[in-house]
């Protein structure tokens, strides 16, 4: 891996289907990389949903694409970036991908992120249909 500060890095996202989008990276060692501003995050956007953000520190691994190049994967958070979207997009992803635990302890955890989505629904703001099934089950908790 250089050290260069225009480094490439796939980042999962979410837009009606699952897909990989290339970012810039900043390398900071090994295979730690800080996300750079880029043009697929959109703060007011929550049908484009970025497993992370720029500002976020991730950990990558090599991949094989179904093209036969290789590219490096953003896989493990590292460091939270301090974007205040930053939970409400956590949340968002990993609710779409059903990844949270369904449990008290998750949903005290994300409690401000839900109510959010619960006004912005009211308002017919749309959310992927794995997002309000999520929200229901934490409701019947």
């Given at each position: 891996m250089t050290n260069s500060d225009d480094n490439i890095i796939y980042i999962e996202m979410i837009d009606g289907t699952t897909c990989?989008?290339?970012?810039?990276?900043?390398l900071i060692d090994g295979n730690k990389f800080l996300?750079?501003?880029n043009d697929y995050?959109?703060?007011?956007?929550t049908l484009i949903l970025p497993e992370?953000?720029?500002?976020?520190?991730?950990?990558?691994?090599?991949?094989?694409?179904?093209?036969?190049?290789?590219?490096?994967?953003a896989k493990t958070l590292l460091k939270s970036s301090d974007n205040p979207s930053k939970k409400l997009f956590e949340f968002l992803f990993k609710a779409t991908k059903q990844t949270l635990p369904i449990d008290t302890e998750t949903?005290?955890?994300?409690?401000?992120?839900?109510?959010?989505?619960?006004?912005r629904q009211l308002a017919n703001e749309f959310f992927y249909p794995a997002i309000l099934d999520t929200i229901k089950k934490f409701d019947n908790l």
């Open positions: 990989w989008v290339p970012t810039k990276a900043q996300i750079l501003d995050f959109d703060e007011d956007d992370f953000i720029p500002g976020d520190t991730v950990g990558v691994v090599e991949h094989l694409f179904s093209d036969k190049t290789n590219g490096l994967l949903k005290s955890v994300y409690l401000q992120q839900i109510q959010y989505i619960k006004e």
